[in-house]
């Protein structure tokens, strides 16, 4: 089963042969270091939202509550979806939800298994740099025993009130409209807080990598090399894979990566631009990083 660490997955009811979702846009309290929190946007309490798990065939009717100050809407990034539910409302017949109401996404899974999100697209720039967007997987029908599967949604924040070289705790509004970013999170977390990844020698790993912010996260990986093994939630046909440590991943990819747990020990991932593994251009190891720790 996938994982995304620090972040739910989204329950659903089944009625009718129909997955119901229910997604509320809201502010949020995003604790992104311990005692340090981030006056975000998010779905359901967090940024990124939780996570969507649906299965290729199933009907999916997602609800989106708007709590929040402005209208917003919902895209349904990579997949396959009738022009009206893809939630451009400046320009395909797709509402735009005001405050205080609601929309059903309805629609059908045509896509294959793969990762992809969801995110905010009406006042784009805004609402998607406030923190509004998570991941939607399509499992595969019949889960093969597989290893340890890990879901990462990579994003930047600028939270204002902090002077360059200093973190400490308090809860800081953010730029949604600044390219200055100082904090990099993992699934809205910076590292030391960021969860490590637990693998045991022997498994074969897949992580899953997406990103909605305004940078190319290029993510390596110690001590392994990986495969490609899909990109935008499409399957890579095992002779096109390429091997590699370091995969840039920019706005609107996703990649699945995999590698062979043959490595012991504890294993820095994480971004390689150097501002991006450090939290507010301090010192220690911060931002986008994270470790694969051996269990055993
Ligand atoms: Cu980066």
Redesign the pocket.
Same mark, same amino acid.
């Given at each position: 089963m996938v994982i995304t660490p620090n972040v739910p997955n989204l329950p659903y009811q089944l009625l009718d042969g129909i997955k119901h979702f229910e997604l509320i846009a809201e502010p949020v309290q995003q604790e992104i270091l311990p005692g340090v929190f981030l006056q975000a946007w998010g779905y359901n309490g967090t940024t990124p939202g939780p996570t969507i798990l649906v299965c290729p065939g199933d009907w999916v009717n997602i609800r989106v509550y708007n709590r929040l100050p402005v209208a917003t809407s919902v895209h349904w990034h990579g997949l396959d979806i009738p022009n009206v539910m893809d939630g451009v409302p400046e320009v395909e017949p797709s509402p735009r939800i005001e405050p205080g109401c609601y929309f059903d996404y309805r629609f059908r899974i045509v896509n294959p298994p793969g990762t992809h999100m969801y995110h905010a697209h009406y006042q784009t720039v805004r609402q998607e740099m406030m923190g509004l967007s998570g991941g939607l997987i399509i499992l595969e029908p019949t889960q093969s025993p597989a290893g340890p599967d890990y879901f990462m949604m990579?994003h930047?924040f600028h939270a204002n009130g902090l002077d360059k070289g200093i973190v400490r705790p308090g809860s800081y509004s953010l730029d949604p409209i600044s390219d200055m970013f100082n904090f990099?999170t993992i699934n809205g977390r910076c590292y030391p807080y960021t969860s490590p990844l637990p693998v045991a020698s022997g498994d074969q790993v897949k992580l899953r990598l997406a990103n909605v912010g305004m940078?190319?996260?290029?993510?390596h990986l110690h001590g392994h090399q990986f495969i490609i093994s899909a990109s935008d939630g499409n399957t890579i046909a095992p002779c096109n894979r390429l091997t590699k440590n370091t995969i840039p991943v920019a706005s609107g990819e996703t990649f699945d990566i995999e590698f062979t747990a043959n490595n012991p020990g504890i294993w820095p991932f994480h971004?390689?631009?150097p +501002? +991006?593994?450090a939290n507010n251009f301090t010192d220690p190891t911060g931002?986008?990083f994270t470790t694969v720790i051996y269990q055993r």
């Open positions: 990579l930047e990099f940078n190319a996260h290029p993510m971004c390689h631009i +501002h +991006h593994v931002g986008m």
